[in-house]
């Protein structure tokens, strides 16, 4: 709320304010790979040597998880549900992980089979359901206590109504609970969850009011509820 943004970088984490820019927690931690919401003033943060928690008023932090040598793991999306106090670990070639924040407790996740590819979204899209964006492997939708592999999402070439692109890089939720899927090469998706027809958006040659570029790597929504994409160009 006071304008200042936190800046996640593989040379650590930053604070921009007032046109200026400093390094927080030099000598803690090198490399920040997520950050993702706590609480109203508490961010978690993934670590190159665990998990950390970090008040954004004070700039104080702690510990909550020290990687060992033996469950050391390179984050590259985190999902926090506030119900049960877990965080959900996507990893960049480990699979998916659940820290159990109350307890302490990082484990891989039981589902199995469950791929070994980059995780570069995790968002909940009812309730009790979550989807899980993996580059190559489509949308995986998983219970939310992480106990069952619900749907599986990929790119059908025989039905135009599928998933268009395999490789998801994120996953977003409008308030009308349709799902939004930005894909490498493959464009855009999007459906509403009581439908299994799938809408796709991809770049039209000569069609200034179609995607610019068919690698789409973020989606966000605005104050005023326009939904934004950034492509490669």
């Excluded at 921009?16 to 490399?31: P, S, V």
């Excluded at 959900?88 to 998916?96: Q, R, Y």
């Excluded at 407790?105 to 909940?124: D, N, R, V």
């Excluded at 027809?197 to 989606?219: M, R, W």
Aim: some cysteine.
């Amino acid at each position: 709320n006071n304008g200042s943004l936190l800046i996640a970088a593989t040379t650590g984490l930053y604070k921009f304010q007032d046109n200026k820019l400093i390094q927080l927690g030099k000598d803690k931690y090198a490399e920040v790979q997520d950050l993702e919401w706590y609480d109203d003033i508490h961010l978690l943060m993934g670590i190159n040597n665990g998990f950390w928690l970090m008040n954004t008023h004070s700039l104080s932090d702690r510990q909550i998880f020290k990687y060992t040598d033996n469950n050391t793991v390179k984050v590259t999306k985190l999902f926090y549900n506030k119900a049960d106090e877990k965080l959900w670990v996507g990893t960049n070639s480990d699979g998916l992980y659940l820290l159990d924040v109350k307890r302490n407790i990082f484990t891989e996740s039981p589902l199995h089979p469950f791929p070994k590819q980059p995780i570069y979204a995790i968002e909940a899209n009812t309730d009790s359901t979550l989807m899980v964006g993996i580059d190559g492997q489509g949308i995986w939708e998983l219970s939310k206590d992480g106990s069952k592999i619900l749907n599986i999402y990929k790119e059908n070439a025989d039905n135009p109504l599928s998933l268009k692109g395999n490789g998801v890089y994120d996953i977003f939720v409008d308030p009308h609970k349709r799902v939004w899927v930005c894909t490498y090469s493959g464009g855009l998706s999007y459906f509403d969850q009581g439908s299994a027809d799938i809408t796709q958006i991809t770049h039209q040659i000569n069609n200034a009011n179609s995607l610019s570029n068919d690698n789409v790597n973020k989606v966000i929504e605005d104050s005023r509820g326009n939904i934004w994409f950034a492509t490669n160009n």
